[in-house]
């Protein structure tokens, strides 16, 4: 059966007021409707969308009183079990809260904004990315530094696990490093170069690895995309846009499906492809955006994929028909896009994030 587009209707379009700055990020809690988004505001805040659940969301401020500065909220990820919250910001600090939003650590040691965070599957550790050209790994129970990494020559834009102790990060100056808590020395490193099919050319803006952790996927302003085998250490694909490539995510169908194990890339040039990652094939192009699209998101299952854009829209595709399933155009000011879209555990909402301040839940089921 083949879904019709429809637009999805007001009634099922939630929005969340109160940030006073842009919208950078947001976050579902692993296994509740509840929301976690940061801001240019020096907040992160905490809403939930429970049934009976209160209005006002958890405010959870950046900035002590008497400061000279407002810190801009620019990562968060909730741990495992959706115990603790961790946010970073401009003002070099990491922080790491409750789910009822008190304040349990810092995490000081950067000398820079912290541009990325990722706790680890076990809950024990955080990684943070900064502008000061380090990674640094948390004992997020101390909020103390375990190690630093040290490799990288320009800011370093973001970080993900690939274990409990393994991570790789990317950085300003087109190399991605894999980093081991408690060696000195990188595990490998794949190297950015200009004059070589190989590396990246530019920097390096998201990194991911697959669920299984074979595979490390990055995006870049060279407009590529490269899979990269860690069991082998070689470049597996380049996958190419016409512009700067923004975001990217895995999707990994469930057993049975016959769908392939996908990767969706966001672009610049106003696509987002999606690709058969075993053989680095394009297998769908989604140009229903006429503006950069800035973030790309599987569902839980795979089967669907939502993209957002600096043209206000929200757009949701089915990956089996290639079909726009639902759209929502928030009809916001001009130029005021979507910087992250994120979906809940359930797989029938979808959070965005927004550059005037607010953020939109919409029920996928409506």
Known sequence: MVMMSKAVTPQHVRVLSGHEGEVYACAWHPATNVLASGSGDSTARIWSLEAGSAEEPLVLRHIADGADSSPEVCALDWNRDGTLLATGSYDAIGRIWTKGGELQNYLRGHEGAIFSLKWNRRGDYVVTASFDESTIVWDAARGTKLQQFKFHKDACLDVHWRSNEMFASCSRDKDIFVCEVGKKAYIRVYKGDPTSAIGHHDEVNNIKWDPTGKYLASSSDDCTARIWDASSDSLLHTLSHEGKIYSLDWG?????????????????????????????????????????????????????????????????????????????????????????VRWNAAGNKVAACYADKGVSVIDFQG
């Open 252 to 340: 990994q169908p469930s057993a049975g499906s016959q769908l392939p194990l996908m990767l969706a890339t966001a672009s610049c040039d106003h696509t987002t492809k999606v690709w058969d990652a075993m053989v680095g094939r394009c297998i769908l192009v989604l140009s229903g955006h006429t503006e950069p699209v800035y973030s790309v998101a599987f569902s839980p299952d795979s089967r669907f994929l939502a993209t957002g854009a600096f043209d206000n829209k929200l757009l949701l595709y089915s990956m089996e028909t290639g079909d726009l399933v639902k759209s929502h155009h928030s009809r916001r000011a001009e130029g005021a896009g979507i910087y992250e």
